[in-house]
Structure formats: structure tokens, C-alpha cells
């Protein structure tokens, strides 16, 4: 199925890029980023623009989520990437200071928490990887880290909500001896993809974990960050000479049939993450950390960008990218543009990439109805329509904002901690008590419900196998 999705996108792609070579009058260039002013209007219009694939403000419409997920027939969206966009508009807001849409994303982030405010909700088990609540997790923790303004004191706060997602992804029904340790992607055990064990999920984790850490100086999170990045190194997701990041390994084979395939947002989450360890850790540990986020950051520099334009290899050169990849070049630049914060030693060699980066992403925003829609591809400098992608473009609006609204990270405050000006109240409960899916102990079964469970197993089984054919890059 993900086999013959690419294909036919390929082929398409070819045909489409090799026509719009022959339009005549190609679009003049929209955007300007060359000043602070410029940068904040070209990140105003973009985000405004991002904002109208958005329907979750809209009356009958579901918060938090953009159309979808497609295994339910309901758009191109999965739950996660709802979750990922959230966290683009707490970074433009901190970035440019425009509070236009933190209504929308405050009533996104808390109607998406679930019941056990954790970020499982019923409605996504079937796509609910650890790395799918990582996502939203991680859109909760920046928004302790910006101060972005706190929900209601009846509401489950921000630091909170970051806490429950990492404390039920350290409660030990989500570890096993597989592989030597490590999460598996998928938290039902129903789902396909419950026997990989990847990267992302892992990095997710990690990640909020020296970032937890750090914001609450407890190092139960630095322990926990700790032995989750030694074990992507010991079981060889991370390559020990050339520090490329793969996609990870089934545990049918402890973890040894390594998927190669390099996305940029796993390399980069993990260098995100080193840097906060790097921040926070002192003397040897933190030149350990010293290392391993220098090794990643040239890492990425090195395999994503391509004449200092970002280019999401595995699948951008044929057309290949779902829509999920098609946001991958967004984190990349956000989590970069933290990097050069907490570790200014790589400050130089970062923000002159992302630089060129921006201008090429915005050079090929000239796509219609508006003259300055935008594309997946920076580095051709013309605009492709995102048909050919199989999407209707949320990934490649979100992507083009990132990027250029992570240009003003030099102008914003680094990510605040309890100590340096934090707002956010934590809880040191939050999660601890949740069931997840696996754990459904309600009343006795019934008849009824056993056939409505069946139904439910299918329907799992049906729309896991959906989300392995977006996801999956295994094979
Ligand atoms: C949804 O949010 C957008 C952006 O803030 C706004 O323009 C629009 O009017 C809102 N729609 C509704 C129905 O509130
Ligand atoms: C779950 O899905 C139902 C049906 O689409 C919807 O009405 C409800 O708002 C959703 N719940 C959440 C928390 O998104
Ligand atoms: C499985 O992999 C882990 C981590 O690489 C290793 O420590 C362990 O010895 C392996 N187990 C077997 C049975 O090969
Ligand atoms: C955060 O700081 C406040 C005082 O500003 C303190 O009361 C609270 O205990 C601190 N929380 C943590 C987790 O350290
Ligand atoms: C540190 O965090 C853990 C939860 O991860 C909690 O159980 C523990 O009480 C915290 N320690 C302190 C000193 O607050
Ligand atoms: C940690 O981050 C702060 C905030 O950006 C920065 O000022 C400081 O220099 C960083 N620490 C180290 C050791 O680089």
C-alpha cells in the first residue's frame, strides 16, 4: 500500500514538475524576509494562511485537529499533526509577538487532552503511537517554556499536561526487555507498528525529558533522558561515525533489521533535546552532551540541507512525501533555531543555514489563487502544486512558517524554566494514575459489548493498517 502510494505520486510528480517548467510568466516573489519587519509581516500572512486549513474553530467542528484522519475517511490529516501545528503557533506568537491565534490554539491544546488529561484520547487509539502523544506533549511543554498565558485555573495546565504524556510513557507497562529497552511506536497492542520499536517515539520521549528536566530541575526526567538516548545508541538507530539517525527496528528482530531511512525531524528532536541536556547538566556530563549535540547539528547541516536548503531526502526527490513528511522541514528549523539558544556555540553555522533556507522556501511561495502559496520544494525555487503531493497543503504552509518565522530567534527569550521567569504550575501526579488503552477496566462484559469490542478490534486492526501505509517507512 505505502509502495504503491509512492509510486503513483512519483510518477505524477515527474509529469507535473515537468509542466510547469513550460508555464510562461512564472509568479514574481511575494515574500520579503530581509528585515525584522519583513520577517514578522512574511510570518503574519503565512500564518494566517496555515490558519485556513484549520476548521476546528468553525461551529460543529472539532478543536485541535485538522481534517482527518484519512483511515475514517474525514481529510489528510492524522491526529498528531493537529498537535505539531499548535506548537508552530506557540513558537510565532513567541517569535513575533502576534497573539491573533492563541485562542484558537489554547482551545485546540485542551480539548485535545482526552479524559485522563494525557493526550490519549478515545477517538485517535487507532492511530496512537507514543510519538503521536509525544507531539502534543511536546506543544505543551513549549508552551511552559514561551509563558505562553496559562488556561484557566479549572483547566489542566500546560507544564502538567507535559508531565502526564511523560509519565505515562515512563509507567512500566510501556517498557520491555525487547531490544534492550526502549519504547515501541505504538501504544495499543492492537495496533500494526506495536512490534516497531523507532526513533521518533524514543526521541519524543527523551526530549521531553531533558526538557523537563531542566524546567523543573528533577532528575528523575534527567535519568530517564538519559538511558532513553543510551539506548538509541546502543542499539544502533544512531550510527557511532557519521551520527545519520535511522528510523528504527522491529523487536521480532531485536532491533537489529535497522530501517535506514533518515527523516530530518528524528535527528533533529534528538539534537533539540541534547541541547537542553547541554544546558542544564554541568562538568562532564555536560561535555558529553557538548559532543553529541555538535556531532548532530553537523549530522544535520550535512544530509538536510542541500546548498544550505532544507530537503527532506527520503522522499523528496521523487515526489515520494506523505503528509506527514511534508511538515518535517518545519520542526527541523524550529528546533535548530532552540539549539543555537541553549548552545551557543552552535549559533554561527545554524542560523546562516537556516537563513538560506527561509529564502529559498519563500522564493517558491508564488503558487495560486494567491501568488504566494506554497510548495515542498525549496530547492527547485518554483512553486509545485501540492496535488502532487496528495495533500491539500497544510505541511507545506507549516513548513514555510517555520522557517521563516524561526529567523527571529535571535530577537526571543530562551525557553524559560520554574526558576528563570516560568508561569506554568506543574503536577507531579499528572498521568501517573491513567489507563491507557490497554487497560480498559470498566464494568463486567456484556454480549452486546463483546460484539462492539470485536467491531473495535477490526476497526483498530483496519485503521492501524491505514496509518502503517502513511507512516511506516519500513520495507
Ligand atoms: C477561527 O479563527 C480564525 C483565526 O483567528 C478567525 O479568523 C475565524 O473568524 C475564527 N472562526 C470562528 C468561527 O470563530
Ligand atoms: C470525538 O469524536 C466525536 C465524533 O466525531 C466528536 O463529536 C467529539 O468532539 C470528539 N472528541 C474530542 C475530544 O475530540
Ligand atoms: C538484543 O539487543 C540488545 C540491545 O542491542 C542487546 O543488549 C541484547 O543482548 C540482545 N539480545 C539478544 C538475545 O541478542
Ligand atoms: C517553582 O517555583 C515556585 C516559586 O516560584 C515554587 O513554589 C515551586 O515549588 C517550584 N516548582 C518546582 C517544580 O520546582
Ligand atoms: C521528581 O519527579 C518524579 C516524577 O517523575 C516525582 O515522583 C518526584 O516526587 C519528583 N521529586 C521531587 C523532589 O519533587
Ligand atoms: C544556556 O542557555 C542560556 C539561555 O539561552 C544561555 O544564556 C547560556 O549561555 C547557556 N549555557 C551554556 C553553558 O551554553
Known sequence: MAVSRSLGGRVLASA???GSCLLSGAQAQYYKIDTVEEIKNAASTLAYDLMTFYEGNQTGKIPGILPGPPDDGLGDYYWWEGGAMMGTYIDYWHLTGDPSYNHVIEQ???????????????NHTASLGNDDQGFWGMSAMLAAENKFPNPPDDQPQWLALAQA???TQASPERHDDTCGGGLRWQIPLANTGY???NTIANACFF???????????????????????????????INHETWDVYDGGHVGHNCTDVNKAQFSYNAALLAHGSAFMYNYTTGSTRAKWEVRTDKLVDGILRFFFKDGVAFEVPCEGHGGCTADMLTFKGYTARWLSVVTQLAPFTKEKILKTLRT????????????????????YWSKGEFVDPVVDHTTGAGEAMSVLAAVSSLLIEYADPPATNETGGISRGDYEAG???????????KPITGADRAGAAILTIMVLVGGIGTWGWMSFAD
Not at 487532552?113 to 493526550?119: A, E, H
Not at 528533577?218 to 532513553?228: E, Q, R, S, V
Not at 538516548?229 to 542499539?235: A, I, S
Not at 501517573?432 to 470498566?442: A, I, L, M
Open 16 to 18: 507535473l514538475i515537468a
Open 108 to 122: 485546540g491544546m485542551l480539548h485535545q487532552t482526552g479524559p485522563n488529561f494525557d493526550y490519549m484520547p478515545p
Open 165 to 167: 504524556v511523560f509519565h
Open 195 to 197: 512490534d516497531y520499536k
Open 207 to 237: 526530549n521531553l525529558g531533558a526538557r523537563l528536566a531542566r524546567y523543573t530541575k528533577n532528575d528523575t526526567y534527567l535519568n530517564w533522558a538519559d538511558k532513553t538516548f543510551q539506548w538509541l545508541w546502543d542499539v544502533g538507530y
Open 357 to 376: 533556507s527561509a529564502e529559498a522556501a519563500v522564493k517558491q511561495c508564488t503558487g495560486p489563487p494567491t501568488g504566494r502559496r506554497c510548495g515542498f
Open 432 to 442: 501517573v494514575n491513567s489507563k491507557g488503552p490497554n487497560f480498559e477496566d470498566h
